[in-house]
């Protein structure tokens, strides 16, 4: 069975789940309760699970964040909403010092079943301050499970198996489509983090995205069909840990490859695709693969410029008609 | 509150109720509610612009707060620095900004404050002393102290006025550089005025869903900075302590922070739609006390103005913003070069390239 439901509706659907069948399970974030949450992800839930559970928390995201460590190491499954992911670096200390490591320099003594959520990426205008996309930022860190949904059923799955999962887990949610709709499977749809979505089933280049990029890779390929070509789109939606296996299928299927991703190119998510492809379908290759990314600049606010600064739809085309030695439009 | 009886241009001494005596003569009186009643016409058209989809990003209005800003910065003198958050387009405006660069700046011109990069919450002009507004809470605060500092070690009798929100001081960046300040105006080399606009809320919650020790102005002691609280709906009380006591941090070189009580009668930024965290009659009681209406009243009750004048003055403010707007609207967006302009500083051309 399922349902047709908003992105905010099937994440706030997977907390309440977890929250019913499972009492270490906490809420924590700034403005979550008594406020809704300022995207209403958890509006309600103050009055339902009381104080105790959803918890209102001041502005000090490296001290409330190190708590639910503390927490999550004493058995509690915190989920901390992170107002949006920009304001982590604050808490980046506990989550990169403390949550991603404690396990190992404590021999294996403990574990952090700790859920960091919140809303990532830009596009809004928000200028340099509020416009990060961070997933190989914390995808570096060995210890850390980064996880980037983009549809709804998805993002209830995931964090189904985020709250489950016994590490600390970045959920990066994709805030520019809280209102987006789409299929969710009703009750428990658990979705396992390592393993990629075939988004749009094709046979002549493989465009590779996480997040929102996956839409205008999905609106790329329908343009590039118009001109006869098809593109197979693949949704990674888990970067740590990483589904090689499915993009390498692919790519020995298209023997082309774009990958795509909002944040810079420098050390990115899109450069280690490439670097995987070339360690494991070299000779599949047609083409040299190809990456399309935010240009290296912060955040800018005027909308032009933003515009410039974001992976545009005739970006990715134009690179895909690269890699099929087509001419660019 | 140790409010000391000075003498007003005119020579009158007028008392407050609370017994402190403030002096303003009717003319500056005007003059401050020129200035305020021209911050919020700047505001009301900002939320115009906001509801228009002209202005983009985040918006936060000082609506409520006026007063703070406005009297404070009477204490400005040139070579100051003034350094704040997010909520800084009174600040900007306040200190000779031209409300044209500003309202560009918001509808993401190339000819805005500062090139249409930074948008409302990141308002500078380092040449009139604005350091900047910034977005994340708390951030800034450490930059204030630093600031502070340089003016000191640079030889200057200048002063920092650093205005953080009552929700910052959650933060670690606060204490840690509260602490700094504490340290360093020991020696006389933190010439840093803390200005607390406690306004009663961090978006959506209250400051006593805050912290367990409410008084604001007392946290300091624990770094060994003097304070005091302020009535920041009430211009002249501002004014008296402001000038008072950036008059002591330049003398001294050691911080001090006070506490301006306030309220924002508007919601916290433009996406706060419901307000379900406080009433409908809180928000009515504090538009009593709002620090325009109060000085209005003033000015009508000492027969300084009429409302005919003040009308006046009100319409020569939205007129002048008005203006502004329209060079706004008609300025065009940065140019595309701009985006990879002002990354790195230096000789060196950037392209985008690592
Ligand atoms: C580090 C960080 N966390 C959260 C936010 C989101 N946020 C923006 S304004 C705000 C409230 C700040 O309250 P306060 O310091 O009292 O200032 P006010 O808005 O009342 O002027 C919050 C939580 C942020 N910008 N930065
Ligand atoms: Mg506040």
Redesign the pocket.
Request: aromatic fraction near 10%.
């Given at each position: 069975m399922a349902e047709t439901k908003t992105y905010r509706e099937a994440l706030r659907e997977a907390m309440v789940h977890e929250l019913d069948n499972d009492e270490s399970v906490v809420l924590m974030g700034?403005?979550i309760g008594v406020y809704g949450g300022t995207h209403l992800i958890t509006d309600g839930l103050y009055d339902e699970y009381g104080p105790n559970r959803i918890m209102d928390v001041p502005?000090s995201?490296n001290g409330f964040t190190g708590a639910a460590v503390g927490m999550a190491m004493m058995g509690m499954r915190p989920v901390v909403e992170m107002?949006t992911w920009n304001?982590s670096f604050?808490a980046a200390d506990q989550i990169i010092q403390n949550a991603a490591k404690v396990r190992y320099f404590s021999g294996g003594q403990v574990e952090v079943p700790l859920v960091i959520r919140g809303p990532n990426g830009g596009g809004v205008q928000l200028s340099a301050q509020h416009t990060h996309s961070l997933e190989s930022f914390y995808g570096h860190f060995p210890g850390l499970k980064v996880v980037a949904p983009v549809t709804p059923n998805d993002v209830k799955g995931m964090m189904l198996t985020a709250i489950r999962d016994p590490n600390p887990v970045i959920f990066l949610e994709a805030g520019a489509l809280y209102g987006t709709k789409g299929e969710v499977e009703e009750g428990d749809n658990a979705v396992p983090f390592g393993k990629a979505r075939v988004a749009r089933e094709g046979s002549d280049v493989t465009l590779i995205a996480y997040g929102r990029q996956v839409n205008l890779c999905l609106r790329a390929a329908d343009t590039l069909s118009e001109d006869g070509f098809e593109a197979e789109v693949i949704d990674l939606r888990s970067l740590r840990p990483f589904d090689e296996d499915t993009i390498v299928e692919s790519v020995e299927k298209t023997h082309r490859a774009v990958a795509v991703q909002e944040q810079w190119r420098w050390f990115g998510v899109a450069s280690e695709v490439a670097a995987i492809i070339q360690d494991r379908a070299f000779d599949s290759l047609d083409a040299p693969v190809e990456r399309v990314s935010g240009a290296e600049v912060p955040g800018p606010y005027a909308r032009n410029l933003e515009l410039m600064a974001f992976p545009s739809e005739k970006q990715v085309t134009n690179a895909a008609r690269r890699v099929l030695y087509e001419e660019e439009k | 509150m140790s409010a000391e009886n000075e003498h007003s241009e005119d020579g009158g001494v007028e008392t407050r109720e609370d017994g402190g005596a403030i002096a303003t003569s009717s003319e500056r009186l005007v003059d401050l509610y020129r200035q305020m009643a021209l911050i919020r016409a700047f505001e009301e058209a900002c939320q115009k612009g906001f509801r228009q989809g002209k202005i983009g990003g985040y918006l936060?209005v000082y609506i409520g707060q006026e007063a703070v800003a406005t009297g404070f910065l009477q204490a400005f003198e040139e070579g100051d620095r003034v350094i704040t958050?997010?909520?800084d387009h009174a600040h900007a405006l306040l200190l000779g900004s031209d409300p044209k660069e500003v309202m560009a700046e918001l509808y993401g011109k190339g000819t805005g404050l500062v090139k249409g990069k930074g948008g409302s919450m990141h308002l500078f002009d380092v040449e009139r002393g604005l350091m900047g507004g910034y977005?994340?809470?708390?951030?800034h605060i450490p930059l204030g102290v630093g600031i502070a500092y340089a003016m000191r070690y640079q030889e200057t009798d200048h002063i920092t006025q650093l205005y953080?929100?009552?929700?910052?001081m959650s933060?670690g960046a606060f204490h840690e550089a509260a602490n700094l300040a504490g340290l360093w105006g020991r020696e006389g080399q933190c010439p840093c005025l803390f200005i607390v606009?406690n306004?009663k809320?961090?978006?959506g919650t209250s400051v006593e869903r805050t912290t367990a020790m409410t008084d604001l102005a007392a946290k300091f002691d624990a770094y060994g900075i003097e304070h005091e609280k302020v009535d920041g709906m009430d211009v002249e009380a501002v004014v008296e302590a402001a000038e008072r006591v950036a008059e002591q941090v330049r003398e001294t070189g050691k911080p001090y922070a006070i506490e301006a009580l306030t309220y924002?009668t508007a919601p916290?930024g433009a996406a706060d739609f419901f307000e379900n965290y406080r009433t409908k009659e809180e928000i009515e009681e504090w538009r009593e006390r709002d620090p325009i209406g109060m000085v209005e009243h003033k000015l009508i009750e000492n027969d300084v103005l009429d409302e005919d004048k003040l009308e006046e003055i009100r319409d020569e403010a939205k007129e002048r913003i008005q203006e502004a707007v329209e060079f706004a609207d008609e300025s065009d967006e940065p140019p595309e070069e701009e985006l990879y302009t002002d990354v790195y500083a230096g000789e060196d051309e950037y392209t985008g390239e690592a």
């Open positions: 700034e403005d502005i995201e107002m304001f604050l | 936060h958050a997010y909520r977005g994340i809470v708390g951030g953080l929100g009552d929700g910052a933060q606009e306004n809320y961090g978006m924002r916290h």
